[in-house]
């Protein structure tokens, strides 16, 4: 278990927490994502976090967008077909961030 799985039990013990360690492809993220009501990214690279865009898009996910760099973070809830996308705010990696 990581400590980010760890924290989020502890935090909230009636939130049923699933933590995928396989890696994350085009192939996979849908099936990886039907049982669930919202996916929260806490990904390391901009590829994953734009293919968990896409699948969360695609099945109408609600996507929570989180990414920390040094002392700056960011944080974004994206509902899919009521606003915009990762890809819409971010077209491509931003180079600060990679």
Do not use: H, Q, W
């Amino acid at each position: 278990m990581s400590s980010a799985a760890g924290k989020l039990r502890s935090l909230s013990p009636e939130v049923y927490v699933v933590e995928v360690s396989s890696k994350l492809d085009e192939r996979n993220a849908a099936e990886l994502f039907v049982e669930a009501d919202v996916v929260v990214d806490v990904l390391d690279d901009f590829r994953a976090r734009f293919v968990v865009n896409e699948a969360c898009v695609r099945s109408s996910k609600p996507y929570v967008y989180a990414v920390v760099t040094g002392f700056e973070g960011r944080l974004m809830t994206i509902l899919p077909g009521r606003g915009p996308c990762l890809r819409c705010f971010l077209p491509s990696a931003p180079l600060s961030l990679e």
